[in-house]
């Protein structure tokens, strides 16, 4: 479900960064202007900044409508995984302490391999969860 979503994450924020530099010119081109129009309308350096800011954003959104960027839909992927994130752990916190079934918590108790046999005690070696962690972090930086 979520590596489409972060497929087209990962293009959105493609195409944001792409936009910098373009953005960046427009500013500057922008910041001219309102320099020029200020001082021919005697604008004080207040409203010449709120002059600037204000078409400023206009040109950022008109430029997100054109590339179909906007920032927000950078979030979609973070709206859908964290309700899927509390269901599973809800889901394996209920399978685990027999909310379900007590022949499921048996199963769990026996179904382990290697050092970790028995799936719902705390793992004391500290491997799973170092190595998760790990694995999140490698996960995050790539």
Known sequence: VTLPLAAQQGRLLAKLENLQPEIKKLAEQLRYEVSVRGKQLGWS???ARFHFKKNLRRIITELYIRDN???????LLMWVQIPMWVCVSLALRNCSVGALD????EQFSTGGALWF???TAPDSTWILPISLGLLNLLIVEV
């Not at 960027?69 to 979030?75: G, I, M, S």
């Not at 007590?102 to 918590?105: G, P, Y």
């Open 45 to 47: 350096e207040k409203v």
């Open 69 to 75: 960027c906007h920032p927000f839909k950078a979030t």
């Open 102 to 105: 007590s022949e499921v918590q």
């Open 117 to 119: 046999t028995d799936l």
